[in-house]
């Protein structure tokens, strides 16, 4: 299903669904996608580091992930991360996948609103399995390894 | 743990509106704590009525939490809150899970040192098994 990110291709895989839009003086590409979720991120930057593809994700304010979680101080939960991974492995992979599991997930610093995170995604020599760092201004935010799965099997 | 506690603690959970996933304790007659909870149709996970099944995590997580309160009831109770600090062995179903429907979680304490807490959870959906594994809770002892 997911057998290499150095396989993949980077470029996006619904060019229709791009818009361009402009960040400061910088032209970027930006999609909005929904993953069986409700409230698309943005991702605002991607490229390939090494055998790795980095994303730059912004976590919109009034992202609804942050209702209720918690109300005076909200911050994003750990499950908002695995929506945010499901769908940069599908964007990745350019098929229909969802994640089945996760090792070794260590969480180091909590996501705000309006926070731009970087999450990279790397290939393993174990199938199916694609390992991850988000960090956000430098800071490691969390890293494990994600199971891979065809959305509709076990 | 007392029938008050069983009654009240999904009610102790800082969440609120659809990202609360714990709807009630149920006895258990061991060690573990056990509740019944859903994921709401309104959840922001939810989508067609299907959550990923990822997000049962925050469920199990949830009743954690509830359990770390239990435990730690030293005069009036009130709500904590907790983080995920780590997740090993993680699996859940890859197909999803209905919302809105009853689902059952159990959590079972495997060690602590506060604030951290350790747990090996499960949670079934008509009594198969939809997510499984152990992670760990910090309890923001500051917060209230």
Redesign the interface.
């Known amino acids: 299903v997911y057998d290499s990110l150095t396989s993949v291709q980077v470029t996006p895989a619904n060019p229709a669904g791009l818009d361009a839009h402009v960040e400061g003086e910088k032209a970027v590409e930006q999609t909005e996608f929904?993953v069986?979720?409700?409230?698309p991120f943005r991702v605002v930057d991607e490229r390939m580091d090494g055998d790795a593809v980095v994303f730059t994700v912004v976590v919109p304010e009034d992202?609804?992930?942050f209702?209720?979680?918690?109300?005076e101080?909200p911050?994003l939960?750990?499950?908002g991360q695995?929506?945010m991974l499901?769908a940069l492995v599908r964007r990745v992979s350019g098929s229909s996948v969802?994640?089945?599991?996760?090792?070794?997930?260590?969480?180091s610093r909590?996501v705000l609103p309006g926070d731009r995170i970087n999450i990279r995604l790397g290939s393993q020599s174990a199938s199916n399995t694609v390992v991850f760092e988000i960090r956000c201004d430098g800071a490691p935010v969390s890293r494990?390894t994600v199971?891979v799965?065809?959305?509709?099997?076990? | 743990m007392t029938s008050s506690f069983q009654a009240e603690g999904a009610s102790l959970l800082p969440h609120r509106g659809s990202a609360r996933f714990v709807c009630e304790v149920v006895p258990s007659g061991g060690d573990a704590l056990v509740c019944v909870g859903r994921i709401p149709g309104e959840s922001p996970f939810s989508h067609d009525g299907v959550v990923p099944g990822f997000v049962l995590m925050e469920l199990a997580a949830q009743a954690a939490a509830i359990d770390i309160m239990a435990r730690k009831r030293d005069g009036r109770p009130r709500p904590r809150i907790g983080y995920i600090a780590r997740a090993h062995g993680l699996s859940w179903t890859a197909r999803g899970v209905p919302a809105d429907t009853p689902l059952m979680a159990s959590v079972l304490l495997e060690g602590s040192m506060p604030p951290l807490y350790i747990y090996r959870a499960a949670v079934t959906l008509d009594g198969v098994e939809v997510f499984c594994g152990g992670f760990s809770i910090y309890v923001d002892e500051e917060a209230d």
């Open positions: 929904r069986s979720l409700s409230q992202c609804p992930f209702e209720g979680h918690f109300p101080r911050v939960p750990a499950i695995l929506a499901t969802s994640l089945s599991g996760i090792d070794g997930f260590r969480l909590q494990g199971r799965a065809a959305e509709h099997g076990g």
